[in-house]
């Protein structure tokens, strides 16, 4: 199948490093999105990688690793506000994307 | 820009009712799509547009249809509602490929909540 694996819920403190991993199937791989969904609210746009190796945008990086099917998104200095889900999603040959079921991420003070 | 937006923000419909969702963006995309989300199922794939004039299905395409007659708007359609059309509905768009590889990102409208007693 085409399944995405992430965790379903996650909780860490404010000020801390957490990292929240997803496990995609590798065949017609076509690159790896993060998005971050706030309750009530449409998914935003957080990364984007499609080769091997760790993508940092401020706060926030990405890794990838193609051979073994991984990623991770690495949020670093946690806020209150980076409290939300989560979503890992897979491109394959084609300009539709898998979703995963998203991480929900709480950040207690 | 105002970039993807939805209308209504909020309906509610009874069973058997019928209505549209439009979905427009200012950012001449070429790809649309429409997405259901709920509790437990994440994002699922309903119908999407790879420009002006054509249509497919996605994952879960019964009891909706769309339109793309200009490639700025995207209508969704449920003839005939039921209670398990209940959810959130969005809608994205992505450009046509300028990544030397890979795909495009994708960007949601607000959405779209919408209850069927």
């Known amino acids: 199948g085409q399944n995405i694996d992430q965790p379903t819920e996650m909780t860490a403190t404010e000020g801390a490093i957490v990292q929240i991993n997803c496990t995609y199937q590798t065949s017609g791989f076509n690159g790896l999105f993060w998005y971050q969904q706030h309750a009530g609210e449409a998914p935003t746009f957080l990364s984007y990688n499609v080769l091997d190796g760790l993508e940092e945008k401020g706060r926030f990086s990405s890794f990838l690793s193609r051979s073994k099917g991984y990623s991770y998104l690495l949020l670093k200095e946690l806020q209150m506000k980076d409290s939300a889900s989560y979503l890992c999603?897979?491109?394959?040959?084609?300009?539709?994307?898998?979703w995963g079921l998203g991480t929900s991420l709480a950040v207690n003070p | 820009n105002a970039g993807v937006t939805q209308t209504p923000k909020f309906r509610v419909l009874k069973t058997g009712q019928s209505m549209t969702l439009l979905c427009a963006q200012d950012?001449?995309?070429?790809?649309m799509y429409w997405y259901r989300q709920d509790p437990g199922m994440g994002l699922r794939l309903i119908h999407y547009s790879v420009g002006e004039g054509t249509t497919a299905k996605g994952e879960v395409p019964d009891g909706y249809n769309v339109s793309r007659l200009k490639k700025q708007n995207f209508l969704l359609g449920l003839e005939s509602a039921a209670p398990s059309q209940t959810s959130v509905y969005f809608c994205?768009?992505?450009?046509?490929?300028?990544?030397?590889?890979?795909?495009?990102?994708?960007?949601f409208g607000p959405g779209t909540r919408l209850l069927v007693l």
């Open positions: 994205a768009s992505s450009p046509r490929k300028v990544r030397l590889s890979g795909q495009e990102t994708q960007y």
């Open positions: 950012m001449n995309h070429e790809y």
């Open positions: 999603a897979r491109a394959g040959n084609n300009r539709k994307l898998i």
